[in-house]
């Protein structure tokens, strides 16, 4: 009956639509497809502008490692309702305050979401106001409750040796199992990971525009979304301020949504296959800055 319910925070929270104060995680919600928190102990949204950094795990059944294997600010601006999804791959080689140079999504394993969104504060100069995590079961969970979401794909995209994802050319309807396969497919492109995480980022906006859809047929449907997000999350928030921004969140529409992965070379330090971020990047992180979007 509630087919949507999770995609106000799966997108709400990635997109930031005035997102609004975040308490602490639930621990009676300890299992909760998705985790969120505050960066800062004060939220200070900059001119009507919100960044959040939105995080994908490899934790699972079986891997209890905690690497970020999708890294993206959601950033949007609340007085032109625009904004944008910028994309950093995993291998990214930065500064990760005080660790020294390493593998961007090695942040994670080291010192949890905060010291992520620190370590994409201090390459960036972006100052992130919140974070939400998913691991692989609390994607899949999302899905089905969410139900199929509809891409389109130029050409077949098979990855055997991968992720498993075999999906067809054309307009299709990706359900649980392709979902999940195709935000991490990377071994099917000639740029792996460079490929995969805009790809992740086209994943959120194919989210938003579900989210649209249903309003524009049903804007009833929020109140089925606000009675279902506190089973799906662990968020301290209001049924109200859900509500508010289940209304502001599907106004917004997916054109004015960048899609934007930062400016990257291949190489290597020592055995490790690293990609480095290119100076260029620096001017998309002083617009983003500015505009809360691209």
């Known amino acids: 009956m509630i087919r949507r319910a999770s995609v106000l925070v799966a997108f709400v929270v990635l997109v930031s639509a005035l997102v609004p104060l975040l308490g ?3 621990s009676s919600n300890e299992n909760a497809p998705i985790a969120a928190g505050r960066v800062h102990q004060r939220f200070q949204p900059r001119k009507g502008k919100i960044f959040v950094l939105v995080i994908g795990s490899d934790a699972r059944s079986g891997n209890p ?3 970020a294997d999708a890294i993206h600010i959601a950033g949007i601006n609340t007085k032109t309702m625009r904004g944008a999804i910028l994309n950093f791959p995993r291998d990214s080689w ?15 394993y080291a010192g949890g979401p905060t010291l992520l969104a620190q370590t994409l504060e201090a390459e960036t100069g972006i100052r992130i106001d919140y974070w939400v995590m998913v ?9 089905r409750d969410i139900g199929p979401i509809q891409m389109h794909f130029a050409n077949r995209l098979d990855d055997p040796g991968g992720s498993g994802a075999s999906i067809p050319a054309g307009k299709r309807k990706l359900g649980l199992v392709d979902s999940l396969a195709f935000v991490r497919t990377r071994k099917a492109f000639a740029g792996g990971d460079i490929t995969r995480t805009t790809n992740q980022a086209r994943f959120l906006l194919a989210m938003l525009r579900e989210l649209r859809t249903d309003v524009e047929h049903n804007p009833a449907v929020l109140l089925n979304w606000v009675a279902a997000t506190r089973r799906y999350a662990r968020l301290n928030i209001s049924a109200g301020e859900i509500f508010r921004l289940g209304i ?3 106004q917004v529409k997916p054109s004015d949504v960048a899609n934007v992965t930062v400016p990257v070379s291949i190489g290597s330090v020592g055995a490790a296959s690293v990609v480095f971020i290119q100076p260029e990047a620096h001017s998309i992180y002083a617009r983003f800055k500015k505009k809360g979007s691209l």
């Open 24 to 26: 602490p995680a639930r």
């Open 65 to 67: 490692n905690l690497r």
């Open 94 to 108: 930065v500064n990760i305050p005080g660790r020294g140079s390493a593998k961007m999504n090695e942040a994670l």
């Open 135 to 143: 691991g692989f079961e609390g994607f899949q969970e999302i899905i």
């Open 248 to 250: 502001l969140t599907s």
